[in-house]
């Protein structure tokens, strides 16, 4: 249960090192009577769903949480919680943490295992949960889907995009005084927000100026991180402030202000933009940097759709699937299923555990799941050896000085060591230049100096910002970290050096550099270098290169299929959903930079993650519920998936980064889902498949193994109109797990288009499948609906699944493309 950001492992490998060492690990096997948080989930409905309500939190609808009707009723659900442990449970072995009761009726108390269990069979307990904890999921992305020139124009340009849509950000709270987020009194926002109601907690470095209009709440959620371990107040601020930065970024990639200049270290890299920069900012704080629990992030939903968001965006969450229930009967589960059902849009993170199958950790049909990519922008780095060679590298650091043409005296680390010195240390530590007192100042001053991958780097106790602290102290020129044919190729992100220095993951190249070294020096008997005429010089490594294949599925991304329980039974639903940008986001940070000190005191950081890839779906849903007020959450689901593209700027399939580095394979659905996220023509999709409440519910009846009483006591609801198979589920993709013989289904699709259109159905098959649609094809008038019947039949066993699609082509330009997933286990 310890807590780590959804940002990549890969982000900067070595500041994902950094983070775990901070995390607090708390053993997942608790003896007997070890406390925990347990989640325990009530009947009887809570203050939104409740059945006199005359107006009901339903989509479209709206409830006053502040009505006497709703705060009475709120208020008798909490003294049922604590009646119910002042009955059940002994006075002393526990402490109730929250009453849930907007969207969920429920508590979190903080107990042992045996009152845990004692509560299991106490009556109007429908489930009683251990806390998993919640982990944390890491500017140019704008122009790369194609926003100023397409969506933002539609919508009246960048002064208006988002306009009256406010983005709940579930994370690690806001950095309030970053530009991302400041109100412009000359550009005042033009609607007052009449369906939100938020609050704006204070606390340190948080005051109630933060809340200037662009924010419009902020809240934090600490009693599950404080009942877990004590918190460190220099760093858990009891406010909405963001320590960390995760949250201050994700805010910045789905709302933050457009046009706010990027400059680090001094260096003007452009200017960035959220998707959507004037939508407005919930904030709520529910990951502290000691710790993360399910606890305080589902109390953050249940708040935030009492609130009115419009969004919900979540980079946080239990990032494994749960040991002992299926994975849509996670509490964490149920609250985004009743945040939907009360028409909020809930977009998740992927996951950062890929590139293995089965790694996804988003599960839902009713949450979108975000898998991450690249764009066609990188920043390359060049090492220039004195004989000409160019060795390529990775760092976003300035040049040496005489901007890569003076070149500098080559030493190697191990070279440099003080000859009598008597070092401690083990030479491994030595030559990756993490101990200054180690390196005779003499050799090294004013020299590139080449610091070797080694034993500490691989255990993640040595870190590029001590080797750039050495390099200060020693007045290097620059440093090279090489890749050891020891250790392996490394895993380089550009982050940023305030030192010249260039990082260079591969053999081949470290090879290079160590061959030019050798030939350039005089070695004596005892093999001591006494004379030294290699040279180099660091080329500028901050300045951005558009070229290239792209989008390209990050490694880390997590993949499909979806499963249904912790030993990966898949389970019929396409996940991850879509695809957008995760890999090398520029935006907002707090300077505090907690986790990572390579960041520490800067405005911006360039990261990597599904947690990035997550917020610019919430900004482009944010657009297209202001052009399409009225669209419920699926249908906004439903138009970002039936228009993505599955082809990248080549025209060639996207392809997908295997596990080795360099490797590369055509991707799938389970990489990309519906495929690369299209803002433009997300807002006009022509045809959307619908999917409810009551939908969901089918879908969860018909599952394997499910029984009514189980979804009646998860959901409220009885299973009186299953599906026949969880594929039934009238959303844009279909996948079959293991299809035996033939199945018919039935999809319905409406049309959200001012003109009639007619459709013409095909279908590229998935090899060993018979996908046949009838009709053939329809004509559908604006606000018509259409159903199409599909069958498939297999015609040839396969141990893994095919892939294919249904696409609709409308006669009007509209191309509405369904993914197909489905293993043909046998023929009848
Ligand atoms: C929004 O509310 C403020 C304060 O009540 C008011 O001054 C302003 O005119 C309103 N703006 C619009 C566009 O209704
Ligand atoms: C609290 O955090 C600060 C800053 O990271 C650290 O120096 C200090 O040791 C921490 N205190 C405790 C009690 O962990
Ligand atoms: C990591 O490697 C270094 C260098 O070999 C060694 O001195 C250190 O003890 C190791 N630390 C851990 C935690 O394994
Ligand atoms: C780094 O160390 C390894 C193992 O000792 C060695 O093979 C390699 O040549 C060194 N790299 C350089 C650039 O000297
Ligand atoms: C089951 O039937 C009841 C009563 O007709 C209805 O209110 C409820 O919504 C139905 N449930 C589902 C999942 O359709």
Not at 536 to 557: C, E, K, T, Y
Not at 639 to 667: C, H, Q, V, W
Request: aromatic share 10%.
């Amino acid at each position: 249960m310890s807590i780590s950001l959804v940002s990549s492992q890969y982000a900067s490998f070595l500041v994902a090192v950094l983070f775990l060492l901070c995390s607090p690990i708390i053993k997942s096997s608790f003896a007997d009577d070890q406390r925990a948080i347990y989640l325990v989930l009530m009947e009887g409905e809570p203050v939104a769903f409740r059945q006199s309500n005359a107006t009901p939190f339903e989509e479209g609808k709206t409830l006053d949480p502040n009505s006497l009707a709703s705060k009475a009723h709120a208020k008798r659900l909490v003294e049922s919680h604590d009646l119910l442990l002042q009955s059940t449970l002994k006075i002393g072995t526990y402490n109730k943490i929250y009453s849930y009761k907007h969207i969920v009726n429920g508590f979190a108390i903080h107990t042992t295992s045996s009152q845990a269990k004692i509560l299991e069979s106490a009556r109007g307990v429908k489930l009683v949960e251990k806390d998993r904890g919640a982990k944390l999921m890491t500017t140019y992305s704008p122009q790369y889907l194609g926003l100023p020139a397409g969506v933002w124009s539609q919508e009246g340009g960048y002064r208006n995009a988002g306009e009256g849509i406010v983005i709940g950000v579930i994370d690690t709270g806001i950095n309030p005084m970053h530009p991302s987020f400041a109100y412009d009194p000359t550009n005042p926002f033009m609607s007052n927000l009449s369906r939100f109601s938020g609050a704006c907690e204070t606390g340190p470095r948080f005051d109630v100026s933060a809340c200037n209009g662009k924010i419009v709440s902020a809240r934090y959620f600490s009693a599950g991180a404080q009942a877990v371990t004590p918190l460190n107040s220099s760093i858990d601020f009891l406010s909405p402030f963001d320590a960390v930065g995760h949250g201050s970024h994700v805010a910045s990639t789905a709302a933050g202000n457009s046009m706010v200049p990027v400059i680090m270290n001094g260096f003007f890299y452009g200017f960035a933009s959220g998707m959507a920069p004037r939508a407005r900012i919930a904030v709520y704080k529910a990951i502290f940097p000691s710790v993360g629990t399910v606890a305080d992030v589902v109390s953050a939903i249940d708040q935030a759709i009492i609130d009115g968001v419009d969004i919900l965006t979540l980079s946080v969450g239990p990032d494994e699937p749960p040991e002992d229930t299926i994975t849509f009967f996670t509490v964490f589960d149920i609250f985004m299923l009743f945040a939907r059902r009360a028409g909020v849009f809930v977009v998740q993170a992927a996951g950062n555990k890929g590139p293995s199958p089965s790694t996804v950790v988003s599960f839902s049909p009713w949450a979108v799941g975000v898998a991450a990519c690249s764009t066609d922008r990188s920043f390359p780095g060049t090492l220039i050896l004195g004989d000409g060679q160019r060795i390529p590298g990775v760092g976003l650091s300035g040049p040496t000085m005489g901007n890569g043409l003076l070149q500098y005296k080559l030493v190697l680390a191990k070279d440099a060591v003080k000859e009598n010195g008597i070092f401690p240390k083990t030479p491994e530590y030595v030559e990756e230049c993490q101990y200054p007192e180690a390196l005779d100042p003499t050799a090294v001053q004013g020299s590139i100096v080449i610091c070797n991958f080694s034993a500490g780097f691989a255990n993640g106790t040595s870190t590029v910002t001590t080797i750039i602290d050495t390099a200060r102290a020693l007045g290097f020129a620059g440093f090279i970290l090489v890749a050891n044919p020891t250790y392996g190729e490394f895993i380089a992100e550009p982050i940023p050096f305030s030192v010249p220095g260039i990082m260079v993951p591969r053999l081949a190249d470290a090879k290079i550099i160590s061959d030019y070294y050798e030939q350039q020096i005089y070695r004596d008997q005892s093999g001591i270098g006494r004379r030294y005429s290699g040279k180099a010089a660091i080329g500028d490594g901050r300045l951005a290169h558009f070229q290239g294949q792209a989008p390209i599925v990050s490694r880390f991304s997590s993949r499909g299929p979806d499963m249904i329980d912790s030993n990966r039974n898949p389970v019929d639903v396409l996940k991850p959903d879509i695809l957008a940008p995760g890999h090398l986001v520029w935006a907002a940070w707090s300077p505090i930079s907690i986790f990572d000190q390579i960041l520490t005191g800067q405005n911006y950081a360039l990261l990597s993650g599904t947690s990035m890839a997550t917020p610019h779906v919430s900004g482009i849903a944010a657009l297209i519920k202001q052009f399409n007020p009225l669209w419920t959450p699926s249908m906004i689901a439903s138009s970002i998936s039936t228009t993505a593209s599955k082809f990248d700027n080549r025209g060639e399939p996207i392809m997908a980064e295997g596990a080795e580095i360099d490797s590369l394979y055509p991707s799938t659905p389970f990489d990309i889902g519906a495929g690369l996220i299209n803002p433009t023509r997300a807002l006009d999709p022509g045809l959307v498949f619908e999917s409810g409440f009551e939908d969901y519910i089918n879908f969860l009846c018909s599952l394997p193994n499910v029984d009514p009483q189980t979804v009646k006591a998860m959901t409220g609801k009885l299973c009186n109109n299953s599906f026949a198979y969880p594929s039934d589920l009238n959303v844009p993709s279909i996948t079959i797990s293991s299809l035996h013989g033939s199945r018919f289904m039935k999809r319905t699709v409406k049309s959200v288009a001012t003109k009639t259109e007619t459709y013409l159905c095909s279908v590229l098959q998935p090899p060993g499948i018979a996908v046949n649609v009838t009709p053939s094809w329809f004509t559908v008038n604006p606000q018509g609906m259409q159903d199409l019947y599909i069958k498939l039949d297999v015609n040839e066993i396969k141990d893994d699944f095919s892939f294919g699609e249904i696409v609709l082509t409308g006669s009007l330009d509209n191309i509405v493309r369904v993914p197909l997933a489905i293993l043909p286990a046998s023929v009848s």
